[in-house]
């Protein structure tokens, strides 16, 4: 298996302007994450799905995030309109029983 | 409010001594408990999990769970250069869904 996949690796925007990133989860895994890790806040859980239904976003910061799971082999985690507190590395993770698996991350830079 | 905490460091030990990483949990009815590593840029890496009391070794790895404290450890027999990240505790909430992770220590190894 390739792991989760999770695009792009890096992403470089304007103020203002929307960001989606993506991810592939492993085939098989039914809960997938979506965590933001600063050096202030740690890792922080945004919103997670079990069987491709939202199940807790009370971490997504504000409106301007949204996210979803169309299906059980790919999400997406967009903001809209990024700000320059945005900037941080997104990771996607996936689970079975026997813990979470995460993806490379995403570092997002909002100039 | 469900609460994972560790000494964020850094730790500093010698190569080949034993490093030893604490973490407090504020749930009580956890029942899962694991340990990740993370190299400054890379994603988190699961190395240990326990579930019940006691100790679990995994090579250099041991993994101590003491529920009625409250309290997982992991301790590095022989420490390497190598082993020089940052160590998060996650712990599995009560409806066994979320990981709820600490903050991480950061440990370092000087050879």
């Known amino acids: 298996d390739a792991g989760v996949i999770q695009s792009p690796r890096h992403e470089v925007t304007e103020m203002g302007q929307e960001v989606t990133l993506r991810c592939k989860p492993i085939?098989?895994?039914?809960?997938l994450f979506w965590y933001r890790q600063t050096m202030m806040r740690g890792l922080e859980l945004l919103i997670y799905?079990?069987?491709?239904?939202?199940?807790?976003d009370s971490g997504m910061p504000e409106d301007r995030f949204s996210a979803k799971m169309p299906n059980a082999s790919f999400s997406t985690l967009k903001i809209q309109p990024s700000e320059p507190r945005d900037s941080a590395v997104y990771f996607c993770a996936s689970r079975d029983y026997y813990g979470y698996t995460f993806g490379s991350g995403t570092r997002l830079t909002v100039v | 409010q469900k609460e994972v905490e560790q000494n964020s460091g850094p730790l500093s030990v010698p190569e080949g001594a034993i490093a030893s990483l604490n973490c407090t949990y504020s749930?009580?009815?956890?029942?899962?408990f694991f340990w990740y590593r993370q190299y400054s840029g890379k994603s988190p890496e699961l190395i240990m999990s326990i579930y019940s009391n006691g100790d679990k070794e995994d090579g250099r790895f041991t993994a101590q769970l003491n529920k009625a404290s409250q309290y997982v450890s992991l301790l590095i027999r022989d420490s390497q250069p190598s082993d020089s990240a940052t160590y998060l505790c996650a712990v599995n909430d009560n409806y066994g869904q979320n990981f709820v992770f600490g903050p991480g220590t950061r440990l370092s190894v000087l050879p």
């Open positions: 799905f079990n069987n491709n239904v939202p199940i807790d």
């Open positions: 085939s098989g895994h039914d809960y």
């Open positions: 749930d009580r009815g956890s029942q899962s």
